[in-house]
């Protein structure tokens, strides 16, 4: 499966970090940053004293997976996801407690046969998840059931747990 990432909008220096992390330890193809998403160096349009500043921090938790991952940065997200989706990319949303038709949660039996062989995955921002202007360009989206209190887990965590889903398909209804 060939995976695109997509931050979009995610506000934590460490998120980032920890997600760059993930994914290469889950062979991601690419990925791309968006919108106000902490960006490490060369993206960072900053001055140069406070782009490093932000590279270090994610760097912290990245541990180097900034520097190994293929990765760019995108102005304008709707166009990135317009040329993903022309390059035969499906386009996935992380979301939860979305009233759509096209969320799916990861533990039923027939979403297997609803991924296609390239993803692209859009996380959005740690609160209020992804954009509305980004709905009407996914195609599916997927959330992962929570049994707790809480409502949603960590952009972080939450992207570790999908991207193990993606990458190995497992039947989570066996468990």
């Given at each position: 499966?060939?995976?695109?990432?997509?931050?979009?909008?995610?506000?934590?220096?460490?998120?980032?970090?920890?997600?760059?992390?993930?994914?290469?330890?889950?062979?991601?193809?690419?990925?791309?940053?968006?919108?106000?998403?902490?960006?490490?160096?060369?993206?960072?349009?900053?001055?140069?004293?406070?782009?490093?500043?932000?590279?270090?921090?994610?760097?912290?938790?990245?541990?180097?997976?900034?520097?190994?991952?293929?990765?760019?940065?995108?102005?304008?997200?709707?166009e990135e996801v317009q040329l993903l989706r022309s390059q035969g990319y499906q386009i996935i949303?992380?979301?939860?407690?979305?009233?759509?038709?096209?969320?799916?949660?990861?533990?039923?039996?027939?979403?297997?046969?609803?991924?296609?062989?390239?993803?692209a995955l859009i996380l959005g921002e740690e609160v209020k998840g992804i954009t509305s202007k980004?709905?009407?360009?996914?195609d599916l989206f997927l959330e992962i059931p929570m049994t707790g209190n809480k409502e949603s887990?960590?952009?972080?965590?939450?992207?570790?747990?999908?991207?193990?889903?993606?990458?190995?398909?497992?039947?989570?209804?066996?468990?």
């Open positions: 499966m060939e995976i695109t990432l997509l931050l979009h909008n995610i506000r934590s220096t460490y998120n980032v970090g920890s997600i760059l992390r993930t994914a290469d330890g889950f062979s991601v193809n690419h990925v791309i940053y968006s919108g106000y998403t902490p960006t490490p160096a060369p993206y960072s349009t900053l001055l140069p004293h406070l782009s490093q500043k932000i590279t270090t921090k994610i760097h912290k938790t990245a541990l180097g997976a900034e520097q190994t991952l293929s990765s760019s940065y995108s102005e304008n997200i709707i949303g992380l979301e939860n407690n979305l009233k759509d038709a096209r969320l799916h949660q990861i533990t039923e039996h027939t979403l297997p046969g609803l991924i296609a062989p390239k993803v980004l709905h009407q360009f996914i887990f960590n952009v972080s965590v939450a992207t570790a747990i999908i991207l193990f889903y993606l990458r190995y398909g497992i039947d989570l209804n066996r468990f």
